[in-house]
């Protein structure tokens, strides 16, 4: 999808791209100035540095044999390849010897360093640009020298030393600059070419990175899009680069794959409500229809309205272990969590359910040795484990003299595991096991024992909401229920 120059600038990508392009500009454009004068000065210092070398030189052949010495060191000097600028001019300023032929107005009236570098011409330019450039005409020629005059003092520039001798003649030692202005001038393209390489490569970043980021991100707006248009399977793109948009990806996801739990679960809680809660409500409908017809004694009314309270409760506690299955699921409990000692309610549960364990000729043992201290809620733990030995008690059998249901727990590397074991049919097959901890679902040999599919269900949103899990292994014969607890650290 094309973007224009205004939509692309309104993108968090484009505005931190020219950002940074400007950052970098900036920087670079203070670099350019920052060693250009530095390089000025350098050049500058070393520049004085040699005339005062040279002026040094001609005081001491000043001194050994005065003005006619120093004259000859200055036409000597000056005749040498890349020689410094030399003049040597009376009081009124008029030139005698050296190698400059004319100087910029009011250089040589005062003395010390020239404040400002100034235009000059040497001897031998003027001849050489008329060579170049002959002309026929007088005026012509007149022209054409104020031309190459002026083009020579635009063309050269030097700083120079100003000193008064003892006969008050004029002495002038100066460099030309055109060298310096040549390191400058190469420093500041080689600067200004950085800056346009880091232009460049700001826009190659941009039109890469920036474009890949916008393109990612257009593609987690459109997966957006479908998942709220209903497409709740949808799931956000993943590259596998790692980066910071693929985790986010992967949080999102991960998000929707819960929320997607969540729905699928509530879908269910419906399904099984509307099929498996039609059988109770159908029988108390028909059982007030029955005692409505006809005409019976006071009992059997009582008994009738007994009945309707028995399967009210039992209609009461189903909704409740749905509810409590839906919020331990979800994640979210009113449940406090402190330390619960599993010895201590292992041994109460047990207690309990001995005289059901008796009544159905069934044998009931426990197993508990030692300290086993978990963080959970103690109220949730033990009706997870009074479902599971409850379960146990109803499939066991006591033909083979051997305990019909047993309670053990132990610590087994960093797990504490409370298992309640059967010697009942079992279930051999995985996945039926697999299934038996779902709402509402009873395999066919369970049908003629009372309940109503929830209770290992509960016991599995009770771990989860532990932190543990449920696990369902053959005990051969029967079954064994694992509760595996993370272990509690003890300081």
Request: aromatic letters at 4%; charged letters at 25%.
């Amino acid at each position: 999808m094309a973007l224009s120059l205004p939509a692309i600038m309104r993108t968090t990508a484009a505005r931190l791209s020219a950002l940074y392009l400007l950052l970098f500009a900036l920087c670079a454009v203070l670099l350019v100035l920052y060693m250009t004068s530095l390089s000025a000065r350098m050049l500058t210092a070393q520049t004085q540095e040699t005339i005062n070398d040279e002026v040094l030189g001609l005081a001491r052949a000043y001194q050994r044999g005065g003005l006619p010495v120093l004259v000859r060191v200055v036409e000597a000097r000056s005749r040498q390849p890349g020689a410094n600028l030399y003049l040597i001019a009376d009081t009124n300023g008029q030139i005698l010897t050296g190698n400059v032929q004319s100087l910029e107005p009011g250089v040589i009236e005062t003395e010390g360093w020239t404040t400002e570098p100034f235009s000059y011409r040497r001897f031998g330019e003027g001849e050489l640009e008329r060579q170049r450039n002959p002309v026929s005409d007088p005026n012509d020629m007149q022209s054409g020298q104020s031309e190459v005059q002026a083009e020579g003092e635009k063309g050269h520039n030097a700083i120079a030393l100003v000193l008064r001798l003892p006969n008050q003649m004029i002495m002038l030692v100066g460099r030309d600059l055109g060298e310096p202005e040549r390191f400058r001038a190469v420093i500041r393209r080689a600067l200004m070419l950085a800056l346009g390489m880091m232009g460049l490569g700001g826009l190659l970043i941009w039109f890469f990175v920036g474009r890949a980021a916008l393109k990612r991100i257009d593609s987690v707006s459109e997966a957006s899009r479908r998942i709220m248009g209903g497409d709740l399977s949808g799931r956000l793109p993943v590259t596998g680069a790692g980066d910071e948009f693929d985790r986010l990806s992967e949080n999102l996801n991960s998000m929707l794959a819960r929320i997607a739990t969540l729905n699928e679960g509530l879908k269910q809680v419906s399904d099984n409500i509307a099929h498996d809660l039609k059988t109770p409500l159908t029988r108390l409908r028909n059982r007030a229809e029955a005692t409505l017809s006809g005409k019976h004694r006071t009992t059997d009314y009582r008994q009738a309205l007994e009945g309707t309270i028995t399967e009210s409760d039992q209609l009461i506690k189903t909704f409740n272990a749905i509810l409590m299955i839906s919020r331990l699921e979800a994640g979210y409990s009113s449940e406090s969590t402190n330390r619960v000692d599993l010895a201590a309610a292992v041994r109460d549960v047990v207690e309990l359910y001995e005289p059901v364990a008796e009544e159905a000729g069934v044998t009931l043992e426990s197993s508990v040795e030692g300290n086993f201290a978990v963080d959970g809620n103690r109220e949730l733990i033990g009706q997870a484990l009074s479902n599971i030995v409850d379960n146990a008690i109803k499939y066991s059998t006591d033909s083979t003299g051997r305990p019909g249901v047993r309670v053990t727990l132990e610590r087994v590397g960093g797990e504490i595991r409370l298992t309640v074991s059967d010697n009942g049919q079992g279930i051999p097959d995985d996945a039926d096991r697999a299934r038996v901890t779902e709402r509402f679902v009873r395999l066919e040999k369970s049908r003629s024992q009372p309940g109503s599919g929830l209770g290992l269900s509960l016991a599995k949103a009770i771990m989860t909401f532990h932190n543990g899990r449920l696990d369902l292994l053959p005990a051969n014969p029967g079954l064994s229920v694992v509760m595996s607890f993370p272990g509690r650290e003890e300081h």
